[in-house]
């Protein structure tokens, strides 16, 4: 098999397709290679099933890059709300969860269906098992690349690469795009797992082993950043929304802080026990503002367990700060394995902001999770997986 397009994507995620389908739509005979037995894997499973495809409040200070301002572009283009309108045109029901994420109503095979059923409305082909053996790459303008897979060879004057980053390698990651980024002497930055449950070891795991499963509200800072969410204990450390928001800016060594009743003023809500609840230990009360197997491990560990009238103003001060600036120390993260996404990549330094085109390499576009672009745990990254998608497939 062989055959001559305007584009050729290498990679049938969620950037791959909506590319693909923009290009597309425009006329442009375009042809997606994926190298996984079917494409969408990451929709499919995103979102516990049901896919938080976009967050209504997506803005460039959601994502994390080495130029904040790289992303603006994009977004600014491709909103939000041009995707839930392709949503709704599907006649695809969705909800808000919360903080502007939408969910299907029912599957996250909704979402692929729609892509594919764009994509075979725009005349896309899609190469499922299909593997690159050789990249080609010439100076005719019409067959610049020349792809030769297991499938057949194909050439294009386009090549665009949205082979997504390291997370999940089971579902068909692979570092293909970062290599060719290399291999074109585009800057590759140093890559890591994000949102991503972050460990714990020795004498800061042990008083919390047999918690897994045991939630509650915090508020967690790091590097300047901070989210206030639940924190879920797992066997191994600490995950849930909170500390998976919190992790793509911590770094081995860096302080973490939890505060313990975000929302609340500690010193004033110890105060107030001394006073209404005088006999009252404070692992009793904890446990009415926290679960109460945390609040007995704080008090046998961390925090000394008195009745509350027995406690001096200095002691309900320290309480209090300790309570608020709780340290939680981390050995590591879980890594890729549950990652849900890559942090670093292809530097933007050498991309068009409005097009995705390297400034290096004339037809070649780098979209989606490969770049150095990461957005915030909540819809953030299918956001920007759809706007530079877009970028893209309206240039190729
Ligand atoms: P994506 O990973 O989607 O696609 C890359 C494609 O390239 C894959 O199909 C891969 O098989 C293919 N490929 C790789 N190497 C190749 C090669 N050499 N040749 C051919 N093909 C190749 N985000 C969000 O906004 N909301 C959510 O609910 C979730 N949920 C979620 C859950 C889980 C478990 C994970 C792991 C991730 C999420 N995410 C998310 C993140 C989101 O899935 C991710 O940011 C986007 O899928 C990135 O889109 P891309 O198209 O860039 O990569």
Redesign the pocket.
């Known amino acids: 098999m062989s055959g001559h397009f305007d584009a050729m994507i290498?990679?049938?995620?969620?950037?791959?397709l909506m590319c693909a389908l923009t290009a597309g739509h425009r006329g442009k005979r375009v042809l997606v290679?994926?190298?996984?037995n079917r494409?969408g894997?990451?929709?499919l499973?995103?979102?516990g099933g049901r896919?938080?495809f976009t967050n209504t409040g997506a803005t460039p200070a959601n994502y994390l890059s080495a130029n904040p301002h790289f992303c603006k572009s994009a977004l600014a283009r491709y909103t939000p709300w041009h995707f839930i309108d392709m949503v709704e045109r599907h006649g695809i029901a969705y909800h808000e969860k919360e903080l502007g994420q939408l969910f299907c109503d029912e599957s996250s095979k909704l979402i692929v269906k729609m892509l594919l059923d764009e994509c075979a409305a725009a005349g896309v082909r899609v190469e499922t098992a299909c593997?690159?053996e050789r990249l080609g790459h010439g100076d005719s303008d019409d067959a610049r690349f020349r792809l030769h897979t297991t499938r057949g060879n194909f050439s294009a004057p386009s090549l665009v690469i949205?082979?997504?980053?390291l997370?999940?390698p089971s579902m068909?990651?692979?570092g293909?795009g970062y290599e060719l980024a290399r291999n074109f002497g585009h800057a590759v930055l140093p890559t890591r797992a994000g949102l991503v449950p972050l460990t714990l070891s020795g004498k800061h795991q042990a008083p919390l082993a047999d918690l897994a499963g045991v939630a509650l509200p915090v508020t967690a800072r790091c590097n300047n950043a901070s989210f206030s969410n639940y924190l879920l204990v797992t066997h191994r450390g600490v995950s849930g929304p909170a500390i998976l928001q919190i992790s793509s800016f911590w770094q081995p060594g860096d302080d973490l802080r939890l505060d313990l009743l975000p929302g609340q003023d500690a010193l004033g809500t110890l105060q107030q026990w001394q006073r209404d609840r005088p006999a009252a230990e404070l692992k009793t009360m904890l446990g009415e503002v926290m679960p109460k197997r945390f609040a007995q491990r704080l008090c046998e560990h961390w925090l000394p367990n008195r009745p509350m009238k027995q406690y001096n103003a200095p002691q309900l001060r320290e309480i209090a700060e300790r309570l608020r600036d709780w340290s939680l120390v981390a050995s590591g993260t879980e890594g890729y394995r549950t990652a849900?996404?890559t942090l670093g990549g292809v530097d933007t330094d050498e991309l068009s902001s409005s097009t995705m085109q390297s400034r290096r390499v004339p037809g070649l576009y780098f979209i989606?999770?490969?770049v150095d672009v990461t957005?915030w745990l909540g819809?953030?990254?299918?956001?920007w997986?759809w706007a530079s998608g877009h970028a893209a497939g309206n240039a190729v």
């Open positions: 290498v990679g049938g995620g969620a950037a791959g290679v994926e190298h996984a494409v894997k990451k929709i499973m995103s979102g896919c938080n593997s690159i949205a082979s997504g980053g997370s999940i068909g990651a692979s293909f849900e996404v989606g999770e490969v957005g819809g953030y990254n299918f956001q997986a």
